[in-house]
């Protein structure tokens, strides 16, 4: 995925959407008057990290187990 991608504002939303069931079940565990803010302050904190962090690209599963196989020799 090309880093552009990944710093869209879609594909950032997208990320909250997939996480937004664990961001509920965790605030949760903390009082009523507080959870808006914590729920503001993980999915900022989500976002900074998928702006910041450096995807790797995932090899195919023939080039994996391509270099499984040197592995093995």
Do not use: G, W, Y
Request: hydrophobic residues 45%.
């Amino acid at each position: 995925m090309p880093m552009n991608e990944l710093r869209s504002t879609a594909f950032q939303l997208e990320i909250l959407d997939m996480l937004q069931p664990k961001i509920k079940s965790v605030l949760h565990q903390t009082s009523f008057q507080n959870r808006l803010d914590l729920e503001q302050e993980i999915s900022l904190m989500i976002i900074m990290t998928v702006q910041t962090k450096q995807f790797r690209k995932v090899p195919s599963f023939f080039k994996l187990i391509e270099c499984e196989k040197i592995k093995i020799i």
